[in-house]
């Protein structure tokens, strides 16, 4: 039985990690390196690390931390924010990623996706796509940390990605970001059953069930998650966590 990927994402702010509540309010949770350290012995099979202010901020991506990540990492990892351009994209890879997420540049530098994917191949580049609900509009596509809405629908905007040439699609709702109450499930199905590249689900998972109904019910070819892995309980304790093997092939049977 081939088991499906089950991601922790984990949100850079400076050299800290923070985990935040529908894009807002943040909260520190922990260093990456000794983070990294725990999903080491915990065996995970895959990481994304998202620099939430290089964008906004208009700062390049922490080239220096990436190389301090990619010294303690078993297992590969992507990292996303900052991006914009292709010289960028070959010194993350140079630091140790193994896979670039693009986010807003996707769509204010409208040749960068393209260009990238003919330089460092589609299993390199991935684009991130956020999602918020509006009231007349419903799901928009929003860029800039989830400030900037363009106007976009996100199943045709995952077409235009796929039409460029992306190895994955990773397709967030803000609306349940960090609130643990479960995947947009309506938002992953219109995204995956749009395209055939894989599409990865997040935001929003809060217990193990979740993952198997993105997977049954959403169409995703995998998941991530941010809250689930490093809070426990009602008081959002953190604690860096991640299910056994038995557990996850238990969301097969």
Partial sequence: MKIKRIIPTLLLRNRGLVKTVRFRDSTYVGDPINTVRIFNEKEV???????????????????VLIQDIASECFMPFAYGGGISSLIQIERIIKSGAEKI??????????????????????????????????FLRGNIVYIKG??????KN???????????????????????????AGYDLDLVKGVSGAVRVPVIACGGAGKMSDFGTAFRDGGASA???????????????VLITYPSYLEITQLFD
């Avoid at 409208?110 to 260009?115: H, Q, R, S, T, Y």
């Avoid at 989830?146 to 106007?151: A, E, K, Q, Y």
């Fill in 45 to 63: 099979d895959e990481l994304f690390f998202l620099d939430i202010d290089a964008t906004i901020q208009k700062k390049d991506p922490p080239y």
């Fill in 101 to 134: 997420i693009i986010n807003s540049a996707a769509f204010t530098a409208k040749g960068l996706i393209a260009e990238a994917v003919s330089r460092f191949g589609s299993s390199t580049i991935a684009v991130s796509i956020d999602v918020k609900r509006e």
């Fill in 146 to 151: 989830g400030t900037l809405s363009t106007g």
């Fill in 154 to 180: 996100p199943v045709d905007y995952a077409r235009e990605m796929e039409d460029k040439g992306v190895g994955e699609i990773l397709v967030n709702s803000i609306d349940r970001d960090g609130t643990m």
């Fill in 223 to 237: 998941v991530a998650a941010g809250s689930f892995f490093v809070f426990h309980g009602k008081r959002r304790a």
